[in-house]
Every structure is written in structure tokens, then in C-alpha cells.
């Protein structure tokens, strides 16, 4: 009912490799014939319909059929990576019925049985009667917030047949762009290549030997190949598009990533959880400029701030007030320049620097400071201050060889010929930590 066009369209290409998953193959057959054994396995277990299930399991075949059954079982889904911490809380928040656990020989099932009372998840279980997905936000400016979706209206868009490239699935499926990757290569018959190691050295090693041609990822996780050189030691050159998105994209290393790989088209994403992923489309590969939208998307800029009315918004937060105005609209707290029909994402307004009344975005300072040889990876942010209301503060990765105030006192010199007085660092923290976070975004 729900996935019957992704049924179709695994019927129509059984020969073809849907996954590769530790070096095995996996045709659209069998992932057909699993997802009729999971179905069978959730009838055994007597997974109730419009039950909320937690599925704790990375991409791995068998958990990307277990999810299709839950789907059409009407179940309400909450993938959890094996990244997560702190499990019970997110059971709790999501009220969740069953936990399935993927990442052992065999699954665990367990019921966890907590009563459904928020009226969000009555509404779609008794009014409804849809699966749903729960996303939880990465947590790492506060407490994560739950967003409930509607799963028909997820799955509305990948009912139209579009084109698809040989794709490695670098974010997870409990994140937005994970999930639309997943039913975006399913629902067009294509080919996923999982990693067991998200490192720039794995990456570059299964996209040469797996002849990958599309990498989706973070602009944190393009800069940390960079710094690996890790390109240089296996023939990627069957990639031949790079998306990037979740967070701002510092010119320096797109600049970068044009100048080594000049055959490969790198084009911005655009996605929320609240309101799922947007078509977009780069001005040019060395761009920051991007059109977003869509037909199921309308937006507007106001006080240079982007707003969004999608139709596949989420139904609401579970642990949060609705973020919506009364007719729709989503203020995404992204602040943008406008050119014409073309929109530059120049960081969150609240991390925004305000230096004496003067506004810092992060990203350009980042920018200017990974132009700077044995630099790694850096992260600015703003720091009270009773004179001047913040200053700005940068927390910089470097080797040890660079670990010393010689180096930073290289790095502010650098800055003064390529920055105003006030965007300068005025305290630079040398680190040989990562300073990002499991999903590759950077921590500020």
C-alpha cells in the first residue's frame, strides 16, 4: 500500500545490485525476498500496526528491509545509529512501543511497551492511521529536539522516476538527507555503497574500488579528506558528483576541492528535519550561490532571513512548541544574501558574532584560517565580553609541530591582511582533537 511503487520497481530490476554491504552484493531480488521475511518476522513478534518501533542498526541490508516492512505496517519509525548516546532518553521522548536492535548476529527485539500519549502521535496512529518517522536533531546546541513526520507525505516525491548515480550512503538514516538518499537510490533502481568506517581513507578506498560516482556529505568531512590527502592514494576518478549540505561550506575548501577534482560537479543540498530535503541547484561548482525549492516548497527572505512552507513538514516537535506560524511557515534561523533568483547561506543567525555592533559570521573567519598550511580544521565562535559585548574566539586543529604561540602568532598576522580589525581572533585555542561532531558537522 504505502511502498507499493518501491515493490514495482524492485520486481522490475532483480538482476540489478541494489547494495553492496562488506564487499557482498545485494540484487533488488533479494532485498525483495527479505523484506517479505521481515514482514513475516513482524507478524511472528506481533508488532501491532501504528506501533512506534526504534530500530537501532547503521545501513546494513537487512535493517533497510525491516524498515520497508515497518513502513507498511503503518508503524511509526525511529532509526537510531549505533552513535547514540544516552538511548533511554530517546525511547522515552518518542514513546516508543518496540526496540529492535541490528547490530548484533541476530536481532533483539524488546518491548518496551511505554503508553503513546502525546497528541502528535494520536493524531497520526487514530485520525491518520500513516507510519511515521521520528528525527532526532544532532543535540549539539542543547537538548535534541523529536520531529514527527508524516511518512506518505515523505514518500510522495520519490514516486517520480528520476535519474541516479552509484551512490555511497556517508549520512545515516536517522538524518534527513540519510533517508532521502536511501529512498531516492531505491525508488530509481540504483546502487548504494555502504562504509563500515567513516574516514576519509575508507571513503576514497570504497569509491575506487566500488566505482562510486556520487558522494553526499558535510563540507567538515570534504576538508578532513583534503587534510588526508587520502584522494591521492586511490583512483576516485569515477566520481563524478559531490553534494554537500547540513552545514555552511567554506570557500577555501570548495576553491580546493574544484582544484584537485576539476571533473566533478560539487552542488549544494539543502534540508531541514522539520521539513525534509529541497531540490536545489549551484550556481557554478566553485559557488556558494544555490537556488532552493521545489514543487513542494515555497520560500521567502525576511530581514535576510530564509522561510520555508513545505507540504512534507513535519507534524510538529515531540519535546518542543511548534516552530510554525499559523499559515505554515518555517523560520529556518538561516541568514542568506539574495541575488536575484539565487540565495549565499552565510551561517545561523544565533551564531552570529556581534563584535561591538559589528556582525561576524563564522564561516568567513573559518575560511581565511584554513587557508593556512598545517591548519586542520577550525571552529569560530563568539565569547562574552563587558567591553566590546563578544569577541571572537577560534579553536584551531593543528599537528603537533604547529602546537605553539609561534603558530599563532603566524595566524593572526595572516588574519590582519585578510580580515577587518573586528573580525580578527582575538583568542586562538590550539587543539589536536576533532573538533567535529559524529555526523561530521562542526561543534560550535
Known sequence: MYIDFLIKTFKENKRKTAIIFKENEYSYEWLLDNYNRWTRYINKKSIERNSVVALKADFNPDAICLLLALIENS????????????????LDIAEVNYFVNLNNEEPILKNINIKVKHKL??????????????????????????????????????????KTLRTI????????????????????????????????????????KHKVELLPTSPTFLNMILFSRAYQKYDISCLKLITYGTEPMPETTLKELNRIL??????????????????SKSEKSDSLWVKVGGEDYKTKIID????????????????????????GWFNTGDKVEVKGEYIKFLGRESEIINVGGQKVYPTEVESVLLEIDGVKDVIVHGEKNQLMGEIVVANVKVNKRNNNKKYISLMKKY???KLEKYKIPIKINLTQKDLNSLRFKRIR
Not at 184 to 207: F, H, M, V, W
Request: charged residues 20%; glycine residues 8%.
Open 75 to 90: 508503524c511509526i519509525l525511529v532509526p537510531i545509529s549505533s552513535v547514540v548516546k544516552n538511548l533511554q532518553k530517546y
Open 121 to 162: 502521535l494520536l493524531e497520526l496512529i487514530k485520525n491518520r492511521k500513516n507510519p511515521g518517522l521520528i528525527l532526532f536533531s544532532s543535540g549539539t546546541t542543547g537538548e535534541p529536539k523529536a520531529a514527527l513526520h508524516d511518512i506518505v507525505s515523505l514518500l510522495q516525491k520519490f514516486k517520480v522516476k528520476r
Open 169 to 208: 550512503t556517508f549520512l545515516l538514516f536517522d538524518h534527513i538527507g540519510g533517508f532521502n538518499t536511501l529512498f531516492y537510490i531505491l525508488s530509481n533502481a540504483g546502487t548504494i555503497a555502504t562504509l563500515q568506517d567513516r574516514s576519509p581513507e575508507e571513503t576514497c578506498k570504497i569509491i575506487a
Open 262 to 279: 576539476p571533473n566533478v560537479k560539487l552542488k549544494q543540498t539543502y534540508g531541514l528535519s522539520e521539513l525534509g530535503i529541497m531540490r
Open 304 to 327: 535576510g532571513k530564509l522561510w520555508i512552507k513545505a507540504k512534507t513538514a513535519m507534524l510538529g516537535y515531540l519535546n518542543a512548541p511548534s516552530p510554525f506560524t499559523k499559515d
Open 415 to 417: 588574519c590582519r591582511g
